[in-house]
């Protein structure tokens, strides 16, 4: 199973904005769907938001205005422009496959949103 790597986490205040990436290195990546996914502690993880191969994309309602998923199949990766955050956001953000595969999931990278 080919696991993906996460990056671009950090510390960041209320409003503020990161970008996170997800390289899948092995990965046949422009035939898949892929999905963003976040745990908070204590929290299930849960989807954020999906790309489909073509481009199409969908997000849960409570991220939807603020977060833009999209990605470059040239260079295998796939991008999570997050916008005014909110300290409900914190969580360890994960990317997968879309449904996402048990082999596929990766260390993750933390968010943070806080003053």
């Known amino acids: 199973q080919v696991q993906l790597v996460e990056s671009g986490g950090g510390l960041v205040q209320p409003g503020g904005s990161l970008r996170l990436s997800c390289a899948a290195p092995?990965?046949?990546?422009?035939?898949?769907?892929l999905g963003w996914y976040r745990q908070a502690p204590g929290k299930q993880r849960d989807l954020v938001a999906f790309?489909?191969?073509?481009?199409?994309?969908d997000y849960v309602d409570s991220v939807k205005g603020r977060f833009t998923i999209s990605r470059d199949n040239a260079k295998n990766t796939v991008y999570l422009q997050m916008n005014n955050l909110k300290p409900e956001d914190t969580a360890v953000y994960y990317c997968?496959?879309?449904?996402?595969?048990?082999?596929?999931w990766g260390q993750g990278t933390q968010v943070t949103v806080s003053s």
């Open positions: 092995g990965l046949i990546f422009s035939s898949y769907t």
């Open positions: 997968n496959t879309y449904p996402p595969r048990d082999g596929g």
């Open positions: 790309i489909f191969p073509y481009g199409g994309t």
